[in-house]
């Protein structure tokens, strides 16, 4: 049988994956350190026979071969998918060497011992971080150069040259999937968790970083695996497809998404700005994302921006007990 590698499987996206490969009949491996992930995302699947769940730093070199090794003995390992990374921008701009180690040297590794293991297909996680800040410029795939400004985008731009210079020696099949920001649970950071759980601590008031005016596309996180799945699923003609997954529309405010949590989680509360329309070193505060090309393989989001919001908001809230 088959078998899927999940780096960071335990984490939000790799918990709304797992379900999807299972469906196919496959064997799943997840490989998490928890430092986001959790046992608790995934408890419900590791009853199944068909899934494993191992504990490990895969930037560690024999660490990330043993998990491999393992796998090779539960079923033939076709593909990894890329999922391990440090979610937190603001962490890694505090210390770079938490993106460095958590994103970039994990993917050094995984495709190290997919070479090892004869391996022959990365699906990777990347992000719209990668662009940087071009202003008002459509962010479509082929625009350059790419020029980050956090060290989270950084390490991703740096895995996606990786894993392309692997293509070009060994692997069969490179895809890099260019994220937006994603919503939905079991979520383990990001605006609206920070939201519902500052109101939590303080009822009264929310204290938003930056004037509000930051401006994003969101899609949920179903709408992103669909997604994934029907990349994958295409035939292309060379060895890499980099494609950019996210809604179709220009996005939602940070100040409309407060005022939706505040509705939903506090009514009453008082909501506070700080100045500036960044949040923290290393936000985008606004970009034009381009979804052309993934439109043109036939897909499109079910939601949304403002439609993923407002569920994800009623999920993460029931997630923290609101």
């Known amino acids: ?14 918990a709304n994956l797992i ?31 068909r899934v494993t769940l191992i504990q490990a730093d895969l930037s560690d070199r024999g660490a990330t071969e043993g998990v491999f090794a393992r796998a090779k003995v539960i079923g033939a390992i076709d593909e990894v998918w890329h999922l391990a990374a440090n979610s937190d921008i603001p962490a890694g701009v505090q210390d770079s060497d938490v993106d460095f180690k958590d994103t970039f040297r994990t993917t050094f590794e995984l495709l190290r011992a997919m070479r090892q293991f004869e391996v022959g297909t990365l699906h990777f996680a990347s992000s719209s971080a990668v662009y940087g800040d071009l202003g008002d410029q459509r962010l479509h795939e082929f625009i350059g ?12 731009l740096a895995s996606e040259a990786q894993a392309s210079a692997a293509a070009e020696s060994f692997l069969r099949r490179v895809n890099l999937f260019r994220f937006p920001n994603v919503v939905g649970v ?28 930051q401006q994003k596309a969101y899609l949920h996180v179903s709408d992103l695996v669909a997604a994934m799945l029907a990349v994958r699923a295409r035939r292309i003609d060379g060895k890499i497809e980099v494609v950019n997954i996210g809604p179709t529309d220009v996005g939602v405010t940070v100040r409309w998404i407060a005022e939706q949590v505040v509705a939903r989680v506090r009514r009453g509360a008082t909501i506070s700005f700080g100045t500036g329309n960044k949040g923290w070193v290393g936000d985008v505060p606004k970009f034009n994302y381009s979804t052309d090309r993934i439109q043109s393989y036939g897909w499109a989001p079910a939601l949304g921006s403002s439609e993923a919001i407002v ?9 923290q007990g609101c």
Do not use: C, W
């Not at 150069?145 to 991703?156: E, R, T």
């Not at 979520?187 to 970083?209: Q, S, W």
């Not at 569920?311 to 997630?319: G, L, S, T, V």
């Open 311 to 319: 569920r994800a908001i009623d999920e993460i809230a029931r997630q």
């Open 145 to 156: 150069p790419l020029l980050p400004i956090s060290n989270y985008g950084a390490m991703k």
């Open 1 to 14: 049988m088959p078998l899927s590698i999940i780096a960071g499987g335990a984490g939000f996206v790799g």
């Open 186 to 213: 079991p979520a383990t950071h990001g605006v609206i968790l920070d939201f519902v759980n500052k109101l939590a601590a303080r009822p009264e008031t929310l204290d938003v970083l930056g004037d509000g005016t």
């Open 19 to 49: 379900p999807r490969l299972l469906d196919e009949g496959r064997y799943v491996v997840i490989v998490d350190n928890f430092s986001r992930g959790s046992a608790d995302n995934i408890r419900k699947y590791l009853g199944d026979d």
